[in-house]
């Protein structure tokens, strides 16, 4: 599971669970991996994307120093920048681990890199 | 861009499911349709190099694949079966695509639990059991969920037989339907219950889209608001197509006819 996964995992097909995001990431085993650095894809992501649950993930998997706290203007012009980017959410990948629900700490494991967000049925 | 030929050999030594799951209707694609169809959606529309797409109820993943080798940015194939998951990830391991991603999910729950996923992805691919066993249906519960999760266009299969179904269903919706080929499908004698060693089935290659007008120019019934649909209307509306979604493809195709089997 990479970062760009994690920001689109929510756990709000649970009753009783208002948000449900983001998820808490407790990562066992990460790995690198490489991918092309495609600019437009990734300037065209970051208005997809949940910027403080982006920074919240980068922080859980130990990446924080790559992102800001908050999207500075301009940062379709800041390479540098979206470089970064491109590597937090696309080339860091948990492998074993689990994602936990901020509001019920139910724990979604992760194993061979798949989350699994199956819910029990006296959970929908 | 890769070329057919060369697509559908990297699909051909695929796993397929282990031990198909009757409830689940797990058949894997055919690798000739699976590359016909990627390559078609990028050849003709452009809608998977440098995109975000999802493949609903991935299975073993040969629409994934087909994808990532197509150029995606990230694919994200959603399954409920953890043991396609795991074919699915050995498929991927062994031809090493890094821009893919798997999540396991009950895929009717994506688009009313998690509303992070609603209109995030470019293009959703599916290929959704046809639904003849006990799970009626199931295929336009899938579009559905994909035309949620989509804010361009949906590509999907399904039973020639049940086309004027489809339509009827999508124009409720006000989702237009365009019929890009009709498919020799070969169902492999996959479970106990069929007799015969493989049957032959056609299907359609279907896209879905959402508030443009495109018109099907092998439409078995009219739209509702027009009593006649001109092949002169049909192509006119297809160029519009291509001026809505901005992009300057050469060499588009407006619709594929004919068979590709």
């Known amino acids: ?124 | 861009m890769i070329r057919l030929k060369e697509l559908e050999s990297w699909l051909q030594d695929l796993q397929d499911f282990e031990t198909p799951k009757v409830a689940l209707e797990q058949y894997q694609t055919p690798p000739h349709i699976a590359a016909h169809i990627a390559h078609t959606i990028q050849a003709s529309f452009g809608d998977l190099e440098g995109k975000l797409v999802a493949d609903l109820g991935c299975g073993c993943g040969m629409l994934t694949v087909a994808a990532a080798i197509m150029g995606t940015a990230t694919v994200v194939g959603f399954d409920i079966d953890s043991d396609a998951l795991k074919t699915c990830k050995e498929n991927l391991e062994e031809l090493e695509i890094t821009a893919a991603e798997l999540v396991q999910a009950e895929v009717r729950q994506l688009g009313v639990s998690c509303s992070r996923f609603t209109k995030l992805f470019d293009t959703v691919l599916l290929n959704p059991s046809f639904g003849t066993k006990c799970n009626q249906g199931t295929d336009l519960e899938f579009v559905q969920v994909a035309l949620e999760l989509s804010h361009g266009p949906v590509y999907s299969l399904h039973k020639t037989s049940t086309r004027a179904h489809i339509i009827k269903t999508a124009s409720r919706w006000g989702v237009n339907v365009q019929v890009l080929a009709k498919l020799r499908y070969d169902l492999p004698n996959t479970y106990k219950f069929h007799k015969k060693k493989s049957v032959d089935i056609e299907v359609d290659f279907i896209k879905f889209t959402v508030n443009c007008h495109i018109v099907v120019e092998d439409f078995i019934k009219p739209c509702p608001h027009r009593s006649t649909v001109p092949s002169k209307w049909a192509k006119l509306d297809v160029k519009h197509m291509e001026m809505l979604d901005g992009s300057n493809q050469t060499n588009r195709q407006t619709a594929l006819s004919g068979d590709f089997a």
């Open chain 1, 1 to 124: 599971m990479k970062l760009i996964t994690h920001n689109m995992l929510t756990s709000k097909g649970m009753k009783n669970v208002k948000e449900g995001f983001p998820l808490k990431i407790q990562a066992e085993e990460m790995r690198n991996v490489d991918i092309d650095y495609d600019r437009d894809f990734i300037t065209r992501m970051i208005p997809k994307l949940d910027w403080k649950a982006l920074v919240f993930a980068a922080q859980c998997v130990g990446h924080k120093e790559d992102l800001p706290d908050t999207l500075p203007d301009g940062y379709e012009n800041d390479n540098e920048l979206l470089k970064r980017l491109h590597h937090v959410l696309l080339e860091v990948e948990v492998i074993s681990g689990c994602l936990e629900c901020p509001e019920t700490q139910r724990k979604f494991p992760i194993s061979n890199g798949i989350p699994n967000m199956l819910l029990n049925e006296d959970e929908v």
